[in-house]
Nanobody, 120 residues
Framework: VQLQASGGGLAQAGDSLRLSCAAS????????MGWFRQAPGKEREFVAA????????AYADSVKGRFTISRDNAKNTVYLRMNSLKSEDTAVYYCAADVSYGIPDEYDYWGQGTQVTVSS
């Protein structure tokens, strides 16, 4: 499966952005999807994940209450709505996919990143 992330850009603290990740080449509805991010000089970290049906979600503590992951299986797309952005949210954001009924620990497929820069 191929994953194409988009929607990143420059935002000010307190603003909102919505990232999208379009999948192709697989059966999207069988994949759990995740968002990860990597800031300069730091390791990649988990941000959010959603099960194949959308019934289960998980969030990193740092984004809980501010970010919302969702999916549209008819459009083969997963979204990450990011509200109340902070400077520490600045990172390259990656989407990932894995064939799983739940929230996977590891992901087999990764997209290219989209840069999110938040100025304070």
């Amino acid at each position: 499966v191929q994953l194409q992330a988009s929607g990143g850009g420059l935002a000010q603290a307190g603003d909102s952005l919505r990232l999208s990740c379009a999948a192709s080449g697989g059966t999207f509805s069988t994949y759990a999807m995740g968002w990860f991010r990597q800031a300069p000089g730091k390791e990649r970290e988990f941000v959010a994940a959603i099960s194949w049906s959308g019934g289960n979600t998980a969030y990193a503590d740092s984004v809980k209450g501010r970010f919302t992951i969702s999916r549209d299986n008819a459009k083969n797309t997963v979204y990450l709505r990011m509200n109340s952005l902070k400077s520490e949210d600045t990172a390259v954001y990656y989407c990932a996919a894995d064939v799983s009924y739940g929230i996977p620990d590891e992901y087999d497929y990764w997209g290219q990143g989209t840069q999110v820069t938040v100025s304070s």
